[in-house]
């Protein structure tokens, strides 16, 4: 038995903001040709990181932190979001599509960890090796 989680496993908070932008930017649709790009550009920049919320909470970032950490990977979160929507607008897979896109952002943030390990551990000094030297 593991024992009682400490913390809830929420996957992403309920955002009036998010769907007040989604609403907002539904109108791009109605643009022949590069409406629906438009839309789904705009919606999947807002949505991408939205996917890394419980990563930034897991890792006790703040606003601004979070805001710097995502600033440096805009395009990527950007094309997350974006391809995520896309994949879940098809009207029979959705659902899978919900899945997988969890799966994909847990396996992106668990990149984003080793990457971070791995630069840490260089940045540390080195510290010689045991040698053991019997006289």
Request: aromatic share 14%; net charge positive.
């Given at each position: 038995?593991?024992?009682?989680p ?13 769907i ?11 643009i ?31 606003r ?38 969890a ?30 030297d019997?006289?």
């Amino acid at each position: 038995m593991l024992g009682k989680p400490t913390r809830s496993a929420q996957f992403s908070p309920f955002s009036f903001r998010l769907i007040c932008e989604f609403v907002l930017f539904l109108p791009f649709n109605l643009i022949p040709v590069v409406g629906t790009p438009i839309f789904l550009l705009l919606t999947g920049r807002r949505a991408g990181p939205f996917y890394h919320w419980r990563y930034f909470a897991l890792r006790g970032l703040g606003r601004k932190d979070k805001k710097e950490f995502v600033k440096s990977r805009r395009l990527q979160y950007t094309w997350f979001g974006t391809v995520a929507l896309v994949l879940q607008l098809l009207p029979v897979l959705s659902m899978l599509f919900l899945l997988t896109t969890a799966a994909g952002a847990a396996l992106w943030a668990a990149d984003l960890e080793k990457a971070r390990s791995l630069q840490v551990e260089s940045q540390a000094p080195s510290v010689p090796g045991y040698v053991d030297d019997p006289v």
